[in-house]
T-cell receptor, first 111, second 113 residues
Framework: KNEVEQSPQNLTAQEGEFITINCSYSVGISALHWLQQHPGGGIVSLFMLSSGKKKHGRLIATINIQEKHSSLHITASHPRDSAVYICAVRKASGSARQLTFGSGTQLTVLP | EAEVAQSPRYKITEKSQAVAFWCDPISGHATLYWYRQILGQGPELLVQFQDESVVDDSQLPKDRFSAERLKGVDSTLKIQPAELGDSAMYLC???????????FGEGSRLTVL
């Protein structure tokens, strides 16, 4: 079983809809990252959080440490939000504290 | 705005040939990562550097892959010989410290024929 699971794998929405992408993990973590990957391949870091909630523009990320769960919300979605959204966790133990990535959620927002 | 630079963006090669990728992290970033991403999957760590030292290369196929960061700044990832299964996106990322926010380059897409 993967240590980081994302759902859904694929999501299609109409422009303007509220979108939620979920991430569940099974290990103790020191931080969780939400990343955005566009078709060209480049990855942009959206959020790094270890508790509570962060907001940037139309994007909101929340994390529940006890439930080992995080959500990424997009309000008033737009076609330019179409991308792969990846959740990654940094384990709390281990010498290198490397990131473990989910397999991503492909979001398509239709005009 | 500071960026992580990678080259080449695209590389097509035949199996058994040698391939090299270059990465220049954001200035001052001590931690540098090389990831491999197969289509439809999340990135997989190949090697992590702290300054010029390797801190994790447990997933690096050392029989054919090598990585160096000689002066603790830019880095090179080499594959020799390339195999068909090496076709993937090779991503470089850097962070100011090992637990900090990651900044990714645009990636180098490798196709092995």
């Amino acid at each position: 079983k993967n240590e980081v699971e994302q759902s859904p794998q694929n999501l299609t929405a109409q422009e303007g809809e509220f979108i939620t992408i979920n991430c569940s993990y099974s290990v103790g973590i020191s931080a969780l990252h939400w990343l955005q990957q566009h078709p060209g391949g480049g990855i942009v870091s959206l959020f790094m959080l270890s508790s509570g909630k962060k907001k940037h523009g139309r994007l909101i990320a929340t994390i529940n440490i006890q439930e080992k769960h995080s959500s990424l919300h997009i309000t008033a979605s737009h076609p330019r939000d179409s991308a792969v959204y990846i959740c990654a966790v940094r384990k709390a133990s281990g010498s290198a504290r490397q990131l473990t990535f989910g397999s991503g959620t492909q979001l398509t927002v239709l005009p | 705005e500071a960026e992580v630079a990678q080259s080449p963006r695209y590389k097509i090669t035949e199996k058994s040939q040698a391939v090299a990728f270059w990465c220049d992290p954001i200035s001052g970033h001590a931690t540098l990562y090389w990831y491999r991403q197969i289509l439809g999957q999340g990135p997989e760590l190949l090697v992590q550097f702290q300054d010029e030292s390797v801190v994790d290369d447990s997933q690096l196929p050392k029989d054919r892959f090598s990585a160096e960061r000689l002066k603790g700044v830019d880095s090179t990832l080499k594959i020799q010989p390339a195999e068909l299964g090496d076709s993937a996106m090779y991503l470089c990322a850097s962070s100011a410290w090992s637990g900090g926010e990651l900044f990714f380059g645009e990636g180098s897409r490798l196709t092995v024929l």
